[in-house]
């Protein structure tokens, strides 16, 4: 099954595609590309992302698995503590000076459906050519059977 981003991330049906399992595929994709593209100024440095989630069924867990994926990718996290609303996610990306970040939504979606949309270090939504970069370190994370890194929330803390 092929994972695709469309208009601001990527969103599927929940329990149908959007399960634990593809969400930790997608949060190692987006690890591994944020770490990729780290400005020469920050290498050596630990980055930072943020993580947001709203009131869709599962959200506040999905955020945990993200969080987990890039706490054992050596990426610190902001993790919400409650529901928040996308921009106060992009709020906190540039308040903080954070890399990027994740918010789990589905946004406009029915809602059966849930999503990750993919933020840049602006807080706004992370460029076609980013979003097709992690898919493509999806695709190729799937082909070679690399499994997603994972770091117990306990321990990440």
């Known amino acids: 099954m092929a994972i695709q981003f469309g208009t601001d991330g990527w969103r599927a049906v929940i329990s149908d595609e959007f399960t634990f399992e593809n969400v930790r595929r997608v949060a190692q994709a987006i690890a591994e590309r944020t770490l990729a593209d780290l400005p020469p100024t ?6 930072y992302m943020v993580i947001g989630f709203d009131t869709r069924f599962l959200s506040d867990r999905y955020a945990i698995a993200v969080a987990e994926v890039f706490a054992a990718n050596g990426i610190a996290v902001w993790l919400a503590q409650a529901d928040a609303p996308t921009p106060m996610i992009s709020y906190a990306i540039v308040d903080k000076k954070a890399l990027g970040g994740v918010m789990i939504t589905a946004s ?12 840049s270090a602006y807080g706004g ?15 190729t994370n799937q082909t070679t059977r690399t499994s997603p890194r994972q770091m117990e929330l306990a321990s990440a803390i």
């Open 42 to 47: 920050q290498r050596g440095t630990r980055p």
């Open 108 to 119: 406009h979606n029915p809602p059966r459906y849930n999503g990750i949309k993919l933020k």
């Open 125 to 139: 939504s992370a460029s076609a050519a980013i979003a097709k970069a992690v898919e493509a370190r999806i695709a």
